[in-house]
Each structure stands twice: as C-alpha cells, then as structure tokens.
C-alpha cells in the first residue's frame, strides 16, 4: 500500500491538471481531483527535494487542528459584551468537513492509517479578573451550540491542576485563572497527511516531479497554460522544459503570490504579501512530555497578530511525542522558509504599492510588536513559557525556526490597504488557474478552501460532482445543512480521531 513517491517518471509534457507545490493545499485538491475524475492527469511539481517541507511540514506548523474549540481569536467580544461565536461554527464545521474527507478516504481504502491524527484535549487558559469573565461567557455562549455542548469550565485550579498540572505546578496562589477543556481536540501531523494525499495520487498515476521548481506561467491561444520549469538537480535532460496544463492550481503556499503575479491575471492586481516569520520552543524531555496532554491556548498580547497567541502544546510527530511552545513571531523579508531574501522585493508591482504602504501605515501596532518580538532578549521570550508554566527551566528547551507566513493585503475601496489573516482563493475568471493566499486557519481548513476552488474553477462540472462529494462528505448533503444540524455526520467525523 504505501508504494514510494516517485520522481522516476519521465515529464509528461501536457497535463490536464498541473499542481505547483506539494503542500496539503495541493495534496488536498489532487487527491478530491483524482477521485472525483480517475482518468484526468495531473502532473505536481515541488521545487524542494520532497513534499510538504515548507508550511505543511510538522515543524513548520503547530498542528492544531483548528475547531475552534482553544482559541480565542475566533470568539471576539461585541462592544455589549456579548461574545460573537460566528467564526468559532464556521472553522469547526470547515475542520469537520476535513475530516470527513479523510474519513472517507480510510474507509474506502485509498489512504492507510491514522497516525496523522491524534486526540488532543483543546484547552484555554487565561489569568486575571478580567480574561477569567471573558472566557466565562465565551464558554456559556458557545455551549448553547450543539458543535461546543462538550465544552468544560472551571476556574478551580484543582480541576486545572487535573487537566494539565504543568499549568499550575509553581503558580501565585493569589493569582485568579480559569479554563476550558474540549476532550475531542486533535493535534495533526500534516507532513504526513500531506505525504499521504500525494501517496494516493501517484499510486492513481499522477506524475510527481520533486526538484522542479516553476519560474514562468504563460496563457496560450488555446486557452491552455504553459509552464516553464528549473530543474534543481541541473538535469541536463531535463533543464528549461515546459509542460502544458488546461488547468493550474498556484499551491506554492508563501510561492503564490509571486506565480499569481509572473501568470498576469488581472485578478492579482492590487494583492501584496507580508511575511511573517516564526520561532517555537520545543522538549522532548520525557518526564516533562509525560506530565502533559493537551494543546493550551492563552490571551495574545495587545498589538500580536492573531496567529501569534501563545500555546503550549503535545505533539506527536513520526511516532514521538514533544512538547512545544510558541510561536515567537518575528520578521524576514522572505516568503518562503527555503526561499529568497528578495521575496518581499521582488512583489513590489505598481498595483500594490498603495495597498502595502496603506496596510502598512494602519498596522504600526503590529510592526511595533514585531520589532519588540525579534529584539526580545532569550530570557524575556522564555518568561513567556513560565507565564503558562512556571516550572519550565531552559535547559529542557530548544528554539525551532518555524514556517513563514505571508500574510494578504489588498486593496478594499473605501478602505484603501488592508493587512488580512486569513486565506483567500484567487482564481482567474475563465477559471483555467486558481492560487491560496494566506495562511489562517490553514492546513485544517484545506478541504473546504480546495472544495471552493473545484465550484469556482469547474463550474460547469460542480453540479455533476455534487452527489459524490456529498456520499464522501455527508455534511454538504443537501440545501443549508450543516455539520451542526447532523449529529450523525458528526459522529462519523469523530471516527477519523478515534480509530
Ligand atoms: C508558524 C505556523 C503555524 C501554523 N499552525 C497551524 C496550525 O496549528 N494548524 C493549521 O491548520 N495550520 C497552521 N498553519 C498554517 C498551515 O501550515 C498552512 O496553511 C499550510 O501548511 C499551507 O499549505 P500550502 O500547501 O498552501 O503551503 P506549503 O505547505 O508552504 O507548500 C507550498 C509548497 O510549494 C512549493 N513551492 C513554492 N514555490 C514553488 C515553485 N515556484 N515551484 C514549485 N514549488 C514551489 C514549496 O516548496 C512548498 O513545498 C501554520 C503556519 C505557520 C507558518
């Protein structure tokens, strides 16, 4: 069953489907593609010697599988005091939609084993009077929802202490804290999800060109697109070659942006990135390991992108398990981890100066953060790991460099340039190329981001498409069902988990 990933085959030079970049957006959209159409070709082109070694790659990423269940950047507080639970239903659902994908792909015996996934308690954490209150009513909003109904409460540190001790072992006693705890969280390798979605493509016959990095996207008159590709081995053979594809999925994660430009759709036009880079903590010191099992999310700091909220996490990675800490943000110009310097540069166009000086002049507080983030001494970036766990000594500790994020910006009219965190799919309007920017919530949202891409792209086949999607994802059965409203659906995507 699990037969290598190849690079053996020769360049086919004309495709049906041409996926650049073997992240989990790729992976994603080829596997759906190769069930859904078995006969078409489709062709993966990775510049780096393997998949999923940028973003997708386990520590690269924190792992979170993403529902919503931890973090509180989902839940925001209305200037009434209400908490708005919108976001936190819609990601949960986009995360149990995900899982019914690879649920089926299990049962119907295209993909093998679940080691990706591993069932993670999802916890909140906070201190102080005021954060103790907020996630009090953040917790008695989303309980009413029947996706949040198992969610838990205290703020008596016993029952934290039982939860995850590492928390309270060495704490102020004076000090006020609560938490939430949702049992059914999940943390995710999606390095091996990824390679495993590949897996599944190549064994259906798709080509997977490793070392192939694409440099030029050029619309022929036939409506088909040609890409040039860079060997990185200097294959003589295979030096300057090109391949035709009638449609392209731009999956170079941090890569898009540029793609998406040198391909000239007009739909790029005013779009810019900001890159983000990041740094964890990491331990794989048994007897700290053995004392924790969940991934705890706190409070971001005043000025901190979303993405940045501390957490103390476990997680399984190739069989082991580790606990990590961070992320630690900080700034370099590139836009991917294994990219150029330039990266930022070289997107600099005419039609997204404004958008990037605008987003740029309305996000001082950001830049502010950043610059206090990469100029923080190694002391103050460890006081933070004792603010959730006071016993943490640095000796157990080592700094991991994590993935580059780059963030959207656009032009919104009557706005003017805008910083974004989440991801947005560009596509051209004939549909023939399609690209992900961003990079929140991620990897966990994968399968509905790629299902956007097959209704936008391949609208005349959507409709023809639905029924089997829908035996493979019981939840996008029917008008207006949800997830929530299909406790059987439900049920079955927790099955994934707990195999
Ligand atoms: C610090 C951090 C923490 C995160 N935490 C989480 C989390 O907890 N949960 C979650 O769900 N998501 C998380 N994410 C987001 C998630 O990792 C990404 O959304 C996801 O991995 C992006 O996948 P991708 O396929 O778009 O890009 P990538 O995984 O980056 O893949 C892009 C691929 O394209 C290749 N490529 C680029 N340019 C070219 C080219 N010109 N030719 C050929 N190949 C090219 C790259 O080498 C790379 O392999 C996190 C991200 C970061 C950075």
Request: net charge neutral; proline share 5%.
């Amino acid at each position: 069953m699990n037969l290598p990933r190849t690079t053996e085959k020769p360049l086919a030079t004309d495709v049906d489907v041409a996926l650049i970049g073997g992240g989990i957006m790729s992976a994603t959209l080829g596997a759906l593609l190769s069930v859904l159409e078995p006969s078409w070709r489709i062709g993966i082109y990775e510049r780096l010697d393997e998949v999923a070694q940028e973003s997708s790659s386990p520590w690269n990423n924190a792992g979170t599988g993403h529902a919503a269940l931890c973090e509180l950047n989902y839940t925001p507080e209305r200037k009434d005091g209400s908490v708005d639970i919108s976001k936190a239903v819609k990601i949960n659902e986009q995360f149990q939609t995900s899982r019914e994908f690879w649920n089926h792909l299990l049962t119907a015996g295209l993909m093998e084993g679940t080691d990706f996934i591993n069932v993670t308690p999802h916890m909140t954490f906070v201190r102080g009077e005021k954060n103790v209150d907020y996630l009090r009513r953040r917790w008695e909003t989303l309980r009413e929802h029947p996706l949040f109904e198992d969610l838990e409460f205290t703020d008596d540190r016993a029952v934290i202490a039982e939860w995850a001790p590492l928390l309270t072992t060495g704490r102020d006693a004076d000090e006020p804290v609560a938490a939430t705890r949702a049992a059914a969280g999940t943390d995710v390798d999606f390095g091996a999800l990824t390679r495993k979605l590949i897996d599944l493509q190549v064994r259906q016959g798709a080509d997977l060109h490793t070392n192939h990095e694409v440099t030029g996207l050029k619309k022929l008159r036939d409506g088909r697109w040609r890409l040039s590709l860079r060997d990185r081995t200097w294959n003589a053979e295979t030096r300057g070659r090109t391949v035709t594809a009638r449609f392209v999925f731009v999956g170079a994660g941090g890569g898009a942006l540029p793609l998406l430009q040198a391909a000239g759709i007009k739909e790029i036009r005013g779009y810019g990135g900001f890159p983000i880079s990041g740094e964890f903590l990491r331990t794989s010191n048994p007897d700290v390991v053995a004392e924790h099992n969940a991934k705890v999310y706190g409070k971001a700091e005043v000025g901190a992108p979303p993405m940045s909220v501390p957490h103390l996490d476990t997680r399984v990675v190739d069989g082991q398990s580790y606990l990590m800490f961070g992320p630690y943000a900080g700034f370099s110009p590139k836009y991917l981890k294994k990219g150029k310097y330039l990266g930022l540069i070289t997107s600099l166009r005419a039609h997204n100066l404004f958008s990037m000086l605008g987003a740029g002049l309305k996000n001082l507080d950001l830049t502010q953060y950043l610059v206090g983030q990469v100029a923080a001494a190694p002391e103050t970036k460890f006081y933070e790991l004792q603010k959730f766990m006071p016993t943490a000594k640095p000796g157990d500790w080592e700094k991991i460099t994590a993935g580059q994020r780059v963030q959207v910006i656009k032009w919104v009219k009557g706005k003017g340039g805008v910083l974004e965190f989440g991801t947005e799919v560009i596509a051209a309007q004939d549909g023939s190329i399609a690209g992900l920017l961003g990079a929140s919530p991620g990897a966990s949202t994968a399968v509905s981001a790629m299902l956007g891409v097959l209704e936008r792209c391949f609208a005349d086949r959507y409709d023809g498409w639905r029924p089997q999607l829908a035996t493979m994802m019981p939840s996008l059965a029917g008008e207006g069902s949800s997830i929530a409203d299909d406790a059987a659906a439900l049920a079955r995507t927790e099955r994934v988990a707990a195999r």
